[in-house]
């Protein structure tokens, strides 16, 4: 009879030894951005319960990540116009590899797998020629492989959709690294939705109103039946009430949530984080600019709950509801009803928190 370790050492000596999954780990349940009080910018792994399971120092300030699907491997990504992105085991924190995308692109901010985990698909700035683009990585040597377009300028945040394409958040946006953050093209600037073949055919092409061409489409959430939610960040007079949250199914007009409601003031323009509820029937957006959660129903488009939260931005699906993290230190569990606390440190969490597992 083969015994388990015959049978372990045949598939070393065939290169085939098993690598660990999500399941043989289990933790961590969140990875987030942060900063430390001594100024090291860091990737954290977090339980539900808010505890910190690894920090794993980066090179400047980090945005979001994304999880392997199938590996306990993670990727972090700098904040725009960043050029590093580290891959990390999740079971030690334990740096894999660090990419970096060629002469004159840098990242976004965000990224996704393949389904079956062999390819990494980036979001990227063409800088000099003001175009977006989807970088390609090889996920077993992390080695880039390819690029196609985004289908528009600003490529921010992007998904991997379960029917099989990408959704991009092409934020319209033209920035340049000798310009900082400065947008460049507010007289011209136009965002989208763009849904692509995983070889990068355009599949549809999703633009706001010509009055709302200032809201920029940034950050993405799926919910359960596969409606995609948008956040969006205004590049217009902070006075107005403009939307900040929207959904979108292939084939129809985009559907603006709580378009009137004199409360989206309070979140001074700015969608941090979206997330739906478990059931899909609410989404969430926070605001660490007008230190604000907002809860909206799906069905009626209308707001049905505000938390006032100072400096909140990460938000995540859990449990019944949600979870969040805010610059100031606190994990805290959301509801409709109620925000309560879970913990408070000193590390001021950053914009994103990332389920993995």
């Given amino acids: 009879m083969t015994t388990r370790r015959g049978f372990l050492g045949g598939l070393m000596a065939a290169g085939l030894t098993p690598r660990a999954s999500w ?112 970088g390609i990585w090889d996920s077993a040597t992390y080695r880039r492989i390819g690029s196609f377009s985004s289908g528009d300028i600003g490529p921010h945040d992007i998904l991997r959709h379960p029917d099989g394409y990408l959704v991009v958040a092409n934020g319209g946006i033209e920035t340049h690294p000798e310009s900082g953050r400065t947008p460049l093209n507010l007289p011209t600037m136009r965002s989208s939705l763009a849904y692509l073949s995983f070889d990068g055919a355009l599949l549809e092409h999703v633009a706001l109103p010509t009055d709302l061409r200032l809201n920029s489409i940034r950050h993405l959430a799926l919910a359960p039946d596969g409606t995609v939610g948008f956040a969006m960040q205004w590049q217009g007079d902070l006075g107005d009430v403009v939307p900040i949250v ?30 739906f509820a478990p ?43 949600w979870v ?13 009803e109620q925000a309560r606390p879970i913990t408070t440190g000193a590390t001021a969490w950053d914009n994103h928190l990332i389920p993995v597992g």
Wanted: with cysteine; glycine share 14%.
């Fill in 23 to 134: 399941a043989d780990v289990g933790l961590p349940d969140f990875v987030t951005a942060g900063l430390e009080p001594n100024g090291q910018y860091i990737l954290a792994g977090l339980s539900r319960s808010g505890e910190v399971l690894f920090r794993h120092p980066l090179p400047g300030r980090g945005h979001a990540a994304s999880a392997h699907p199938l590996r306990p491997e993670v990727i972090a990504f700098a904040r725009r116009p960043g050029r590093f992105a580290d891959v990390l085991d999740c079971r030690t924190g334990r740096q894999i590899a660090r990419i970096t995308p060629p002469e004159g692109l840098h990242f976004y901010g965000h990224g996704c797998f393949s389904e079956d985990g062999s390819r990494l698909f980036t979001t990227e700035n063409d800088y000099e020629n003001a175009r977006g683009v989807i």
């Fill in 246 to 275: 929207g959904l979108h199914r292939r084939g129809t007009a985009p559907r603006l949530l709580a378009e009137d409601d004199p409360r989206l003031r309070n979140l001074n323009g700015y969608g941090g984080s979206i997330a």
């Fill in 279 to 321: 059931d899909g029937e609410t989404v969430a957006v926070s605001s660490p600019r007008g230190d604000r959660v907002q809860i909206m129903d799906v069905h009626s488009a209308e707001m049905t709950q505000e938390h006032n939260l100072a400096d909140v931005c990460g938000l995540a699906t859990a449990g019944a509801g």
């Fill in 324 to 336: 969040a993290t805010t610059g100031l230190g606190q994990v805290l569990s959301l509801s409709p």
